[in-house]
C-alpha cells in the first residue's frame, strides 16, 4: 500500500533509526575502537621492549667495547714489558760478560806474580760501543811494560790473546812499544804502547763464550 504524508515538513513525523541499524553502527564503532586501542597497545608495548632490548645490547656492545680497550691496552703494555724485559737479559748477559773480560785480563796482567815474562801496566780503558749489529765495541788501552825489550811487549800480547775473552776480538793491532825513561822508577826504561782491540758484535758472544761460568 502506497501512504502519502500531505502534511507540511514541519508537522511531519520524524523517521526513527531502526534499533538493528544503530545497534550494528555502535558495533561496528567499538570493534573499530577496540582493534586500534589493542593495536596501540601491542605497538607501544612491542616498541618498549624492543628500546629496552636496544638499551640492553648498546650497554653490552660499550662494555665489550671498553674490555677490547683493554685488552689492547693489556696487550700493548705486555710488548713493552717484553721489549725490557728483553733489554734488562741483554745488559745483564752483557754485564757478566764484561766482568768476566776484565778479570781475565787482570789476571794475565798479574801474571800470577811472575814478572820475568812481563811487567806491566796500564794508564786506561776506553770503551767504544760499536752498532750492536755488525760491529762490537772497540777497547783501548794505553800502558807501558817494564824495560826496553820489545819481547815483552810481545809476551804480553801473546798472554792476552791466550786468555779466554779473545775469542770474541775480530781484529788487533800488533805489538809495538816506544822506550820512555822515567828516573823515578827501577829501572828508569819503559815501553810504552797501545793495546787496540775491536770485538765482534755481543749477539756473536753468546756462541763463542758460556755466559756464567
Known amino acids: 500500500m502506497i501512504r502519502i504524508n500531505l502534511l507540511p515538513p514541519e508537522y511531519r513525523r520524524t523517521e526513527r533509526t531502526s534499533p538493528k541499524v544503530f545497534a550494528t553502527t555502535l558495533l561496528g564503532v567499538i570493534l573499530v575502537c577496540s582493534s586500534f586501542g589493542w593495536f596501540g597497545f601491542v ?5 618498549g621492549n624492543l628500546e629496552a ?7 653490552d656492545l660499550a662494555s665489550k667495547k671498553r674490555q677490547v680497550g683493554y685488552h689492547d ?3 700493548k703494555e ?39 815474562r812481563h811487567l806491566s801496566w ?33 809476551d804480553l800480547h801473546e798472554d792476552l790473546e791466550g786468555a779466554p775473552f779473545f775469542v770474541d776480538v775480530a781484529s788487533k793491532r800488533a805489538p809495538s ?10 829501572p828508569p826504561e819503559a ?4 793495546l787496540k782491540w775491536s770485538f765482534e758484535p ?7 763464550r758460556k755466559v756464567g761460568k
Open 122 to 154: 796500564f794508564k786506561s780503558m776506553t770503551v767504544k760501543p760499536g752498532d750492536g749489529k755488525k760491529k762490537g765495541p772497540t777497547i783501548t788501552m794505553p800502558g807501558w811494560v817494564q824495560g826496553d825489550s820489545l819481547k815483552k811487549v810481545a
Open 73 to 75: 691496552a693489556l696487550l
Open 43 to 47: 605497538y607501544l608495548g612491542e616498541l
Open 191 to 194: 815501553l810504552f804502547f797501545n
Open 78 to 116: 705486555a710488548k713493552e714489558f717484553e721489549k725490557r724485559s728483553d733489554t734488562i737479559q741483554a745488559i745483564g748477559k752483557s754485564r757478566i760478560v764484561w766482568t768476566k773480560i776484565v778479570d781475565e785480563l787482570i789476571d794475565v796482567v798479574n801474571n800470577e806474580g811472575d814478572t820475568d
Open 53 to 59: 632490548e636496544e638499551s640492553a645490547v648498546s650497554e
Open 177 to 186: 812499544g816506544v822506550v820512555q825513561t822515567n828516573a823515578k822508577r827501577i
Open 202 to 208: 755481543p749477539k756473536n758472544w753468546a756462541k763463542n
